[in-house]
């Protein structure tokens, strides 16, 4: 069993900042890629940024300069800094995980979402 739990959402004016957290739990042996995805009302989920379990880095190109993405593999915790967000990055966030379990299974996990609300 594993569990993604998100943490950090919330209310921001334009122009503000927010820290989306997201701990993995449970029967885990080693994490790889971990990601950020959101879904906006009437929209499908999309990726907004994954990094890999070296450090890489890749970013949708309406977020690139104003998120980072980074994770503490001690910790199995990945991290979303949201900075100069605008009403369009309103949306629930997901964070998303690919793992190998302990008993050798691996696959795709998901958190339960968090919202992230940026209006005046």
């Known amino acids: 069993q594993v569990q993604l739990v998100e943490s950090g959402g919330g209310l921001v004016q334009p122009g503000g900042s927010l820290r989306l957290s997201c701990a993995a739990s449970g029967s885990i042996f080693k994490i790889y890629d971990m990601g950020w995805y959101c879904q906006a009302p009437g929209k499908q989920r999309e990726l907004v940024a994954v990094?890999?379990?070296?450090?890489?880095?890749s970013y949708a190109d309406s977020v690139k300069g104003r998120f980072t993405i980074s994770r503490d593999n001690a910790k199995n915790t990945v991290y979303l800094q949201m900075n100069s967000l605008k009403p369009e990055d309103t949306a629930v966030y997901y964070c998303n995980a690919d793992i190998l379990l302990n008993g050798g299974r691996r696959g795709y996990y998901w958190g339960q979402g968090t919202q992230v609300t940026v209006s005046s």
């Open positions: 990094i890999s379990s070296g450090g890489g880095t």
